[in-house]
């Protein structure tokens, strides 16, 4: 009997010490998934801490959801000027419902058509600057809902400051881009795209056009108006050529009273049909300046890549010459370099 107590207190002592080394195992798995996260959002907030644009920022991004949150469907919406949300990256599956209007002060889950969505507000200071939103499990324990929260919350604190850094960054690269009077890309701009897209022509055995648009008796808007009536003029014609071509074409400004359109795997026929239309969408328009209501015409020179030139001085050159035919027959016209004798 005193040997079968024994070997039943020792039996005791060795479940005890199981269930003790079963726990310290448990704490330790724990505690090593919660270094792992803990290394994961560091890693992801050092990213985005030195990313200086958009375009750097989106793999560190993807990261910090993905392998920090454990999230493969989201989102992320950005407040636009008109303080309305605009998506600027989404990945995985797509997400049927967005986020709604209200403005949220920390992370919450919500529940639509049996999806669960995780909303997490992100603030730059005491300003929403924008927002995550993402798909998360369907059935979470109580203790996986809290932790989920938890982190989104530590998530999006870190991602105001990033946010906010690389859309002034955006913002300052944006308006170097553009010409400020007219709305339109700058003409250094313009030279790149125009290699870059001579180089994708080549590769894939494409074609491309371009217009140069140019006002007619410009001089005499200056000379009679003034220039700040001309640059008003100017503005208002930046303005209807984005307002007329597709967002795969770039307009830019050449210089002065021209412009320059580059339109990617355009059909020739085509172009002289949009060229045409800019034409007479300019002829329609009333130009008000000051207390003065102006009638402006334009001429338009089109050339084609590889037909009138393999390098962008040739095809400008080329434009340019129609351009000329263009205004030599009396302006207010379009002339392709097919036409020229």
Same mark, same amino acid.
């Given at each position: 009997?005193?040997?079968?107590?024994?070997?039943?207190?020792?039996?005791?002592?060795?479940?005890?010490?199981?269930?003790?080394?079963?726990?310290?195992?448990?704490?330790?798995?724990? $505690?090593?998934?919660?270094?792992?996260?803990?290394?994961?959002?560091?890693?992801?907030?050092?990213?985005?801490?030195?990313?200086?644009?958009?375009?750097? #920022?989106?793999? =560190?991004?993807?990261?910090?959801?993905?392998?920090?949150?454990?999230?493969?469907?989201? =989102?992320? !919406?950005?407040?636009?000027?008109?303080?309305?949300?605009?998506?600027?990256?989404?990945?995985?599956?797509?997400?049927?419902?967005?986020?709604?209007?209200?403005?949220?002060?920390?992370?919450?889950?919500?529940?639509?058509? +049996?999806?669960? !969505? @995780?909303?997490?507000?992100?603030?730059?200071?005491?300003?929403?600057?924008? %927002?995550?939103?993402?798909?998360?499990?369907? $059935?979470?324990?109580?203790?996986?809902?809290?932790? /989920?929260?938890?982190?989104?919350?530590?998530?999006?604190?870190?991602?105001? #400051?990033? @946010?906010?850094?690389?859309?002034?960054?955006?913002?300052?690269?944006? /308006?170097?881009?553009?010409?400020?009077?007219?709305?339109?890309?700058?003409?250094?701009?313009?030279?790149?795209?125009?290699?870059?897209?001579?180089?994708?022509?080549? +590769?894939?055995?494409?074609?491309? $056009?371009?217009?140069?648009?140019?006002?007619?008796?410009?001089?005499?808007?200056?000379?009679?108006?003034?220039?700040?009536?001309?640059?008003?003029? /100017?503005?208002?014609?930046?303005?209807? /050529?984005?307002?007329?071509?597709?967002?795969?074409?770039?307009?830019?400004? !050449?210089?002065?009273?021209?412009?320059? %359109?580059?339109?990617?795997?355009?059909?020739?026929?085509?172009?002289?049909?949009?060229?045409?239309?800019?034409?007479?969408?300019?002829?329609?328009?009333?130009?008000?300046?000051?207390?003065?209501?102006?009638? %402006?015409?334009?001429?338009?020179?089109?050339?084609?890549?590889?037909?009138?030139?393999?390098?962008?001085?040739?095809?400008?050159?080329?434009?340019?010459?129609?351009?000329?035919?263009?205004?030599?027959?009396?302006?207010?016209?379009?002339?392709?370099?097919?036409?020229?004798?």
């Amino acid at each position: 009997v005193h040997w079968l107590q024994q070997l039943s207190r020792l039996e005791a002592q060795m479940a005890s010490a199981q269930k003790k080394k079963s726990e310290l195992k448990a704490e330790l798995d724990n $505690s090593e998934k919660a270094t792992v996260l803990t290394l994961r959002l560091y890693a992801a907030i050092k990213g985005l801490g030195q990313a200086l644009s958009w375009e750097e #920022m989106i793999p =560190h991004m993807d990261y910090a959801v993905r392998q920090y949150l454990g999230l493969q469907d989201y =989102h992320l !919406y950005l407040l636009d000027d008109a303080n309305a949300f605009e998506r600027v990256l989404f990945r995985g599956a797509k997400l049927v419902h967005s986020p709604g209007a209200e403005r949220m002060g920390l992370p919450a889950l919500e529940v639509r058509d +049996n999806e669960t !969505y @995780l909303e997490g507000p992100i603030f730059h200071g005491e300003t929403q600057i924008g %927002i995550l939103w993402a798909r998360a499990k369907a $059935s979470l324990s109580l203790t996986d809902r809290q932790k /989920l929260l938890t982190d989104a919350q530590n998530l999006t604190a870190e991602l105001g #400051m990033g @946010l906010q850094k690389a859309r002034l960054f955006t913002a300052l690269e944006k /308006l170097s881009k553009i010409d400020g009077l007219t709305g339109v890309y700058r003409r250094a701009v313009f030279n790149d795209q125009i290699k870059e897209e001579i180089r994708r022509a080549r +590769n894939f055995k494409t074609g491309f $056009s371009i217009m140069i648009v140019d006002a007619d008796h410009f001089k005499q808007v200056n000379d009679t108006h003034g220039h700040q009536a001309g640059d008003e003029v /100017l503005k208002r014609i930046g303005t209807l /050529l984005k307002e007329n071509i597709y967002e795969t074409d770039f307009a830019a400004r !050449y210089g002065g009273e021209e412009f320059v %359109i580059l339109l990617p795997q355009a059909d020739p026929v085509g172009v002289k049909r949009k060229a045409e239309s800019i034409r007479l969408r300019m002829a329609q328009e009333t130009f008000a300046t000051g207390w003065n209501k102006l009638k %402006i015409t334009i001429s338009i020179g089109i050339s084609h890549f590889p037909k009138d030139g393999q390098d962008p001085d040739a095809l400008i050159n080329a434009a340019d010459r129609a351009l000329y035919a263009a205004k030599h027959n009396g302006r207010n016209r379009t002339v392709d370099t097919s036409e020229l004798l």
